[in-house]
T-cell receptor, first 111, second 114 residues
Framework: KQEVTQIPAALSVPEGENLVLNCSFTDSAIYNLQWFRQDPGKGLTSLLLIQSSQREQTSGRLNASLDKSSGRSTLYIAASQPGDSATYLCAVTGANSKLTFGKGITLSVRP | EAGVAQSPRYKIIEKRQSVAFWCNPISGHATLYWYQQILGQGPKLLIQFQNNGVVDDSQLPKDRFSAERLKGVDSTLKIQPAKLEDSAVYLC????????????FGPGTRLTVL
């Protein structure tokens, strides 16, 4: 059974700092890995999707990497802003096309 | 393009009552998902539809939860009777095709069972 872990559960940083969010998964047989953002009271928004054959994806100030063999992914946020404050969830798609989510990391960027 | 619509946004009921949630996916999206997100947890898949057929309902508590997607468009999720542990946000998502593709999520329905 696939398990996705995100540690720590919460993170607070000052504005402008570069930061890394970590995600680990137990079964390396995945199709892809996605990073989502969830704002309070809102649904999930997909930020980046990395196919299993890829090593990284970039979108603006966000960069996600994938090391499938070690079961790890990182989301790098450059020059963080207060508007980046949200919960960031990592999810992997397994061989059965089922998405398994981590519990998320709640990020607070202090002005 | 319009996003995934869900209603109601909030619902408060007492245990043993019944409740229903509605979802309208993005037009043309064949695959529809219902997820349950308990506070502090990641979303858990309850049921997945491909058009109007069920693809995966292995984690749906079928003694109290039911879902349907008549005509392969909008969908309804029902809980009868509700328990305290059903308090959660119920998220609907849709995707253009079945498989590991981008999912588009609705805003969710926050259910509180007292």
């Amino acid at each position: 059974k696939q398990e996705v872990t995100q540690i720590p559960a919460a993170l607070s940083v000052p504005e402008g700092e570069n930061l890394v969010l970590n995600c680990s998964f137990t079964d390396s047989a995945i199709y892809n890995l996605q990073w989502f953002r969830q704002d309070p009271g809102k649904g999930l928004t997909s930020l980046l999707l990395i196919q299993s054959s890829q090593r990284e994806q970039t979108s603006g100030r966000l960069n996600a990497s994938l090391d499938k063999s070690s079961g790890r992914s990182t989301l790098y946020i450059a020059a963080s802003q207060p508007g980046d404050s949200a919960t960031y969830l990592c999810a992997v798609t397994g061989a059965n096309s089922k998405l398994t989510f981590g519990k998320g990391i709640t990020l607070s960027v202090r002005p | 393009e319009a996003g995934v619509a869900q209603s109601p946004r909030y619902k408060i009921i007492e245990k043993r009552q019944s409740v229903a949630f509605w979802c309208n996916p993005i037009s043309g999206h064949a695959t529809l998902y219902w997820y349950q997100q308990i506070l502090g947890q990641g979303p858990k898949l309850l049921i997945q539809f491909q058009n109007n057929g069920v693809v995966d309902d292995s984690q749906l508590p079928k003694d109290r939860f039911s879902a349907e997607r008549l005509k392969g468009v909008d969908s309804t999720l029902k809980i009868q009777p509700a328990k305290l542990e059903d308090s959660a946000v119920y998220l609907c998502a849709s995707s253009l095709v079945r498989g590991p593709h981008y999912l588009f999520f609705g805003p969710g329905t926050r259910l509180t069972v007292l």
